[in-house]
């Protein structure tokens, strides 16, 4: 059973790093042709893929948000992480890391929506503000 669990701070600052891990248990995320992602939904907003990183390491970055963004990983601990640089109020949203489908990922590059499924973390809100 693969299970995905967010941690990090609830509260940044604004201009501040936002840095969160996720923690995968029931699989490696060095193997299998997935994208380790960081998932983010603003209130009122649709799901935004951030981020994510594949079993080799490589890593990709959504266009909005590549310039502020880093995700790394830890395979002794099966972890990866995100950090957010210089953020916002309207960075404020729950996040989620997942386990994304290469299919899943391809159909939101066109245009269709994200969903949640049973390899996403429970999300974690985070909020900036002063």
């Known amino acids: 059973q693969v299970q995905l669990q967010e941690s990090g701070p609830g509260l940044v600052r604004p201009s501040q790093t936002l840095s969160l891990t996720c923690t995968v248990s029931?699989?490696?995320?060095?193997?299998?042709?997935?994208?380790w992602s960081w998932i983010r939904q603003a209130p009122g907003k649709e799901l935004e893929w951030i981020g994510g990183?594949?079993?080799?390491?490589?890593?990709s970055y959504s266009q909005s948000l590549k310039s502020r963004a880093s995700i790394s990983r830890d395979t002794s601990k099966n972890q990866f992480s995100l950090r957010l640089y210089s953020v916002t109020p309207d960075d404020s949203a729950v996040y989620y890391c997942?386990?994304?489908?290469?299919?899943?990922?391809?159909?939101?590059?066109?245009?269709?929506?994200?969903?949640?499924?049973?390899?996403w973390g429970q999300g974690t809100q985070v909020t900036v503000s002063s």
């Open positions: 990183t594949t079993y080799d390491g490589s890593t």
């Open positions: 029931g699989a490696s995320i060095t193997a299998g042709e997935h994208t």
């Open positions: 997942a386990r994304v489908e290469v299919d899943a990922l391809l159909r939101y590059y066109s245009g269709s929506p994200l969903s949640r499924n049973e390899y």
